[in-house]
């Protein structure tokens, strides 16, 4: 009897992308070069979506938005911001203002985008220097502020695809204009303005760790849908 075995072919694939000023480098060692290529077409049309979404001084829905803000004081938030002011302003609060997307005029005022410094506008900008708290977020909820938190992925996968009261549920990633459904596995990290979270037992160390998680997500507004048993293990009165 003769034996024989095969091993599948191997690719090497690599793609080089320049987006918001930086190189992107990927590297993949792949059995279905197809898929892979597949892959990559997909990575460079999010990050196009993205360009034309949060470029900060190209045509842009962020560009627009900065410039009616300057004009008029306020705006309209674009659905394609929404998430991205929300992580800004998170991450200056936990950088203690380290990180701090306004300072768009100051960059452009010492010549980065070609121009000569201007000493004049720098000394006036560092005088009172911009920041996240200078943003205020008005007005009611949107379905694109809503994240529907789960404890485990089936039932997140159970979810996805419903509509309940005329919204469409669906993933972060493939959402439109829906309700975004997640596991709070994968949300973590991320915030929204409010979120539901569904817990189904808090048996083990890491369930409840995933329910301090979940619940510590919203900004403004959160709803916890669970059985009392879960809510009496959180200290939370019946009702």
Known sequence: MLLAGCERRQHLV?????????????TMIVDDLPRA???LAEIETRLRRQRSAWHAWEDSDLSRFNTELRQHSRAAIPP?????LLLCSR???????LF?????????????????ANSALIAEIRRDIPDMRDLRIEG???TRDVVILTQYRETKDRLVGKV?????????????DGVAVETIHRHKGLEALAAIVILERLEKDRDRALAYIGLSRPRAQLV?????????ALGLSPG
């Open 14 to 26: 690599q793609q080089h992308l320049l987006e918001f000023g930086t190189i992107i480098e990927i």
């Open 37 to 39: 290529q597949a892959l």
């Open 80 to 84: 394609s911001l929404e998430e991205l």
């Open 91 to 97: 991450y200056y609060e936990a950088t203690d203002g």
């Open 100 to 116: 701090n997307p306004a300072l768009g005029k100051l960059v452009a005022a010492y010549g980065f985008h070609g121009a000569d």
């Open 140 to 142: 009611n909820l949107a």
């Open 164 to 176: 309940l009261a005329g919204v469409t549920l669906d993933t972060i990633e493939d959402r439109i």
């Open 224 to 232: 916890l849908i669970a059985p009392p048993s879960v809510g009496l």
